[in-house]
C-alpha cells in the first residue's frame, strides 16, 4: 500500500477535529497508462502529473467524523430565518406605533403580528414559491412595487376589518384620524422592510449584516475553502447565442447553481463573467464535505434542467470547477462603491487549479489542502491526480478529481 506523503503538519486535524479515519481514494488509473497527461486551457501537455499504479489503491488519511450539529434544511431555515425577522419587525413596529399614539400597546402587537404573519407568510410560500420564476423575470423596482401593492391589500384588510379586535376581544370604536395614521404607518413600514428584503437579495444577507456590524472594515485574516465554478465552452456560446443570449443563459445558470450552495451554507463571494466563486468558513465547510457535495448538487441540478435549456437555448450549461483551502485577507476596500474582497494566495491558486480543471476527467480539481481538512470521508468516487504543475508554484501541488457524470 502507498500512502500519500504528508510534507508538513495536518493543521485542520490538529486544531480542528484532533483526529483522523482513512479513506480509501480510487487512482485515476486507465488502462495501460502508468502516467496521466492532462492538458493545460492552451493545449499544451503536462506532463509531471503523475498517479499511482491500480495495484496500489491510496489511503488517504482524513479527520474523524463529528456530528453536524443540527439536520434542519438549510432553505428550510433560511425561509423560518426571513419569517421570524418580519414577525418581529411588525411587532416592534405595531408597539412603537400604539406608544407613540397613547393607545393600548397589546391592539398595536397583535395588529403587527397578524400584518406580518400574513406578509411573512406571501414571502416564504408564495414569493419564494410558485411565482419566484415570474418575479425574478422582474426588474428590482417591478418586484417592490408588486410585493408592496399586495401588502397594502393585506393591511388595508386587516385593518378595515378590525381583526386584531376580533382576536382580542375588544369592541371599542378607533377614531377615523387614527385609523388612517396607523394605515398609512403600516404601508410604509412594510414597504421598508420589503426594501430591506430587496436590498438583502441583491447584496448578500451576510455581505449586508458584515458591513452593518463593520466585522471586516479592517481587513482580516482568515482560513476559507475556495470554490471556483466555471461555465464550460460560454465563449462558443456567446458566438451562438449573442450578447443578450448569452445572459440570460448565464442568469439562469447561476441562480440554478445558487440552490445548492444554500443547501450546503456556502457563501456566494461573486460573479465573474461566466465564473462563480463560493466560500466557506473552515468550520462551515469542513462538515460534511460541504464544498464537495455543493459541486456534485450543482452538476446534478444542471443535468436535471438539461432539457429545459435545450429546448430554449439549443444547448444545456455543464460546469468545471476547483477547490482550494487557506488563509485568504478579507476586507472592505473602495470608496464610491465599497465592497468585502478576498485577497491572498489562495484565491490565485483555486483559479489556476480551475485551469487544471479543463484537461482533467470529471472537470473538478480539489488541493490536498482541502482535502486535508474534511471531517468526514466523500460518499463519492476521488482520484488523486498526483502532483500537478501550476503556474505560480516551481513544486506544483498535490491534488485530487472527482468522477465524471454519469452521461460522460
Given amino acids: 500500500m502507498q500512502r500519500v506523503p504528508l510534507t ?8 480542528a477535529w484532533g483526529g483522523c479515519k482513512r ?30 499504479p491500480p495495484s496500489d489503491d491510496l489511503i488517504y488519511p482524513l479527520p474523524s467524523a463529528v ?40 391592539p398595536g402587537l397583535v395588529i403587527g403580528l397578524v400584518i406580518s404573519t400574513v406578509l411573512g407568510g406571501f414571502e416564504i410560500m408564495v414569493a419564494d414559491g410558485p411565482i419566484r420564476i415570474w418575479l425574478s423575470g ?26 386584531a379586535d376580533v382576536l ?39 455581505a449586508l449584516l458584515n458591513f452593518f456590524t463593520g466585522r471586516y472594515h479592517t481587513p482580516v485574516e482568515e482560513e476559507r475553502f475556495v470554490l471556483f465554478v466555471d461555465i464550460a465552452g460560454s465563449t462558443s456560446l456567446a458566438e451562438q447565442l449573442g450578447g443578450v443570449g448569452i445572459h440570460r443563459f ?12 444554500v443547501d450546503y451554507r456556502g457563501e456566494v463571494l461573486a460573479y465573474v463573467g461566466d465564473e462563480m466563486i463560493v466560500t466557506w468558513t473552515k468550520r462551515d465547510g469542513a462538515v460534511d464535505c460541504r464544498p464537495l457535495r455543493c459541486f456534485i448538487a450543482m452538476r446534478d441540478e ?23 483551502f487557506g488563509p ?48 468526514s470521508t466523500p460518499p463519492f468516487t476521488i482520484s488523486a491526480l498526483g502532483h500537478l504543475p501550476i503556474r505560480g508554484r516551481v513544486d506544483g501541488i498535490v491534488a485530487f478529481g472527482l468522477q465524471p457524470p454519469r452521461d460522460t
Fill in 138 to 163: 422582474r426588474s428590482f423596482t417591478a418586484n417592490l412595487l408588486i410585493k408592496s401593492a399586495f401588502y397594502a391589500v393585506v393591511i388595508l384588510a386587516v385593518q378595515w376589518f378590525r381583526l
Fill in 250 to 261: 448565464l442568469d439562469r445558470t447561476f441562480r440554478l447553481l445558487s440552490l445548492p450552495v
Fill in 302 to 324: 444542471l443535468a436535471r434542467k438539461a432539457g429545459q435549456f435545450e429546448r430554449e437555448f439549443g444547448a444545456a450549461p455543464r460546469i468545471r470547477g476547483s477547490l482550494h
Fill in 23 to 52: 479513506m480509501k481514494i480510487i487512482s485515476a488509473w486507465t488502462a495501460g497508462l502508468g502516467e496521466a497527461t492532462h492538458r493545460s486551457a492552451g493545449g499544451q501537455p503536462l506532463p509531471s502529473a503523475r498517479v499511482s
Fill in 328 to 375: 485568504v485577507i478579507i476586507g472592505e476596500i473602495g470608496d464610491v462603491k465599497r465592497a468585502i474582497v478576498f485577497n491572498g494566495d489562495v484565491m490565485n491558486t483555486a483559479s489556476r487549479l480551475e485551469e487544471l480543471s479543463r484537461g482533467v476527467e470529471g472537470g473538478f480539481v480539489a488541493s490536498k489542502a482541502a482535502m486535508d481538512c474534511f471531517a
Fill in 168 to 206: 382580542i376581544g375588544r369592541t371599542v370604536e378607533i377614531a377615523e384620524d387614527t385609523f388612517w395614521s396607523s394605515l398609512v404607518y403600516s404601508v410604509v413600514v412594510s414597504i421598508v422592510v420589503n426594501l430591506a428584503l430587496a436590498i438583502t437579495n441583491l447584496v448578500g444577507g451576510r
Fill in 67 to 106: 456530528p453536524m450539529g443540527g439536520t434542519m434544511n438549510a432553505r428550510l431555515e433560511r425561509k423560518l430565518r426571513v419569517l421570524t425577522t418580519i414577525i418581529a419587525a411588525g411587532g416592534a413596529a405595531g408597539v412603537a406605533f400604539s406608544a407613540t399614539h397613547d393607545l393600548p400597546i397589546l
Fill in 8 to 15: 508538513e503538519p495536518d493543521r485542520c486535524r490538529r486544531e
